[in-house]
T-cell receptor, first 114, second 115 residues
């Protein structure tokens, strides 16, 4: 089944403890992206990757890192999480990152930072 | 500044009627407009894409219109069913391409279909 898989689904952590949220897609998509969704603010892009070894900042990149060493994987790294990073995170992919290519989303990771 | 506006208030529709959702935008020249459905706690699911040179697009009970003069898209669900209850998001891609890296989402409209 074609899908975007995120892990974990739920994560509770403490301020400053490094964490990684994994994202993997099995559709051979070139483009991958991370979003966070907060009440009243909607979906906001954190980072995106047009292809392997190519990443770029979205609208809200502060406090996050990403890497794209393989086409299928795009992990999101929080080096020193803070409570304002408590949010619902989504990874998404599309065949190509241009010309309105529709996004396929994962089922989300709900992160709580205390 | 660029803005995408969708009704923030929930839209209540009786089962069997047509639900119409609105997406207005300012300071964009989108080449493409997309609509997604999102259920609580789940990722958005792509529904329809319409290009700037298309006036209307249909898929089963769904219809999308795109008026670049009014800077508005309308999303219709005909013969609505309780299972259509969800939040619907519109998203724009800029005319400069950059495709999904320039995809910006509205905050969504929560649709409730009453049996």
């Amino acid at each position: 089944e074609a899908q975007v898989t995120q892990n974990p689904r739920y994560l509770i952590t403490v301020t400053g403890k490094k964490l990684t949220v994994t994202c993997s897609q099995n559709m051979n998509h070139e483009y991958m992206s991370w979003y966070r969704q907060d009440p009243g603010l909607g979906l906001r892009q954190i980072y995106y990757s047009m292809n392997v070894e190519v990443t770029d900042k979205g609208d809200v990149p502060e406090g996050y890192k990403v890497s794209r060493k393989e086409k299928r994987n795009f992990p999101l790294i929080l080096e020193s999480p803070s409570p304002n990073q408590t949010s619902l995170y989504f990874c998404a992919s599309s065949p190509q990152g241009y010309y309105g290519s529709p996004l396929h989303f994962g089922n989300g990771t709900r992160l709580t930072v205390t | 500044s660029q803005k995408i506006e969708q009704n923030s208030e929930a839209l209540n529709i009786q089962e069997g009627k047509t639900a119409t959702l609105t997406c207005n935008y300012t300071n964009y020249s989108p080449a493409y407009l997309q609509w997604y459905r999102q259920d609580p706690g789940r990722g958005p699911v792509f529904l329809l894409l319409i290009r700037e040179n298309e006036k209307e697009k249909r898929k089963e009970r769904l219809k999308v219109t795109f008026d670049t003069t009014l800077k508005q898209s309308l999303f219709h669900i005909t013969a609505s069913q309780p299972a259509d209850s969800a939040t619907y998001l519109c998203a724009l891609t800029g005319s400069s391409g950059g495709g999904a890296d320039g995809l910006t989402f509205g905050k969504g409209t929560h649709l409730i279909i009453q049996p």
